[in-house]
C-alpha cells in the first residue's frame, strides 16, 4: 500500500469512517448566521453527540463544521443524510432537541424543516 493510501487508512480507522448511519453538515455562517452564532451551535451538537454516544453504534452520526451550504439565509443552517432533512434557524438551544428528536428517537422536528431530499 503507498504511503497516502496508508495514512487515509490511519485516518479512515481513526475516524471510523464506514461505520455511520447519518451524516449532520452544519452551517456556521456567515451569509446564512453569523459566525458566533453558527459556533455556538457546533460547540452544541459536538458536545451532544459525544455525551449521547452517538458517535458509534447503530445510531452513529458523523458530523461536519461547513461554511456554505448554499441556502444562505436563516441559518444556521443543517442538514441530515441520508434521509436529506433541511433545518433552518438551528441555534445553540435548538440543537438538544433536534439531537434527541431526530437522532436518537428518529422523528425529525416537523416544525424547523424547510425541505426535504432524501439520498439513494
Ligand atoms: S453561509 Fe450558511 S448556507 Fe451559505
Known amino acids: 500500500m503507498s504511503e497516502p493510501l496508508k495514512q487515509l487508512q490511519t485516518a479512515v480507522e481513526k475516524l471510523g469512517i464506514g461505520h455511520y448511519r447519518r451524516h449532520v453538515l452544519l452551517c456556521t455562517g456567515p451569509s446564512c448566521c453569523a459566525p458566533e452564532e453558527g459556533n455556538a451551535a457546533w460547540e452544541v451538537l459536538k458536545k451532544l453527540l459525544k455525551d449521547k454516544g452517538l458517535l458509534t453504534g447503530e445510531k452513529a452520526c458523523y458530523r461536519s463544521k461547513v461554511g ?17 432533512t433541511w433545518y433552518h434557524s438551528m441555534t445553540a438551544d435548538r440543537i438538544p432537541r433536534f439531537v434527541e428528536e431526530h437522532l436518537e428517537n428518529n422523528a425529525p422536528v416537523a416544525e424547523w424543516i424547510f425541505a426535504c431530499n432524501k439520498l439513494g
Not at 68 to 84: D, I, K, S
Open 68 to 84: 456554505c451550504l448554499r441556502v444562505c439565509c436563516h441559518g444556521p443552517t443543517l442538514v441530515v443524510y441520508p434521509e436529506g
